[in-house]
């Protein structure tokens, strides 16, 4: 069976065909996906979100389905609904597009908290329960969700409960010059991003092997000062001025396994404290919240995540 460090560079190599640059963000996707977790993509409108999920879709060989999240979306239109058959005199069960292995939901703070709301047994249980009935979602079973800047017009915050059901929470940042023109010329010469396979995106592992290297994940060993250096980074977050709820006992073991993801797209076999680090403010910038004279005095939360980390002595 493949490794993780012989996969990672198969799967940044097809991504990359279709997004130019990004580095960072395709990390942190690994990451999550590695860990059985779910990511919050955060960015403007154009910087390429949608079209990393779907590469990674196309690179996994996993079934995709995108919804677009609007005010006026109904948690029936992601979950699925029974439908009355007048031939059967009876109702069918009409599954929703949430029953799928890569889950895009396409700007989901443009929806009211019902409807975001109505991931939450999904992304945590792995199924969905309808006229009191569950039912199991496919595996591997990932939400990646996209959401705008909190500052644009038409968004409704995230409740923090959903937010928390997200592993990681990734900034999307422009690309560099670089990396721009790059996009030009591509779509210059014809790049056409509703068409990879135009692009030469294939697949390069299955369903099977995910398992497996999620289970090579899990095996990676932490040492016992590794385990209390997250334990104090986590703790330390409740106990600063500048935020009024710290990260939960969750937070710790979303950092954890972010954290055996991160060691092990790295080469190596278990982790080290610089990954907790580097996996800090991903995992915990969408689990705190920053005292609004905090944010009067122009601090930023991953600022004050910063500030922790760097205060907590680094074992040994």
Known sequence: MPTVSEVAPLLRAEVAKAVAGQDAVVEGCL????????????GVPGVAKTLLVRSLAAALSLDYTRIQFTPDLMPSDVLGTRIYNPQ?????????PIFTSILLADEINRTPPKTQS???????ERRVTLDGEPHPLPSPF?????????????????????QDRFLLKILVDYPQETEE????????????????????????????DLDALRAEVA????????LDYILAVVRATRDVDELRAGASPRAGIALLSGSKALAALRGRAYVIPDDVKELAAPALRHRVLLRPEAEVEGLTTDGVLKEIVDRVPVPR
């Open 219 to 226: 095996a990676q060993t932490v040492d016992a000062p590794v």
């Open 88 to 96: 059967k005199l009876d109702f069918e069960l009409r599954t929703g």
């Open 31 to 42: 990451v999550a996906l590695l860990a059985n977790g779910h990511v919050l993509l955060e």
């Open 181 to 208: 023109r790059d996009v030009l010329r591509r779509h210059h010469a014809g790049f056409r991003p509703q068409a990879l396979d135009e692009a030469g995106v294939r697949s390069v592992v299955s369903a099977g």
């Open 142 to 162: 990932v939400v990646f969700a996209t959401q705008n800047p909190l500052d644009f017009e038409g968004t409704y915050p995230l409740p923090e409960a959903q």
């Open 118 to 124: 109505a991931l939450l047994e999904a992304m945590e």
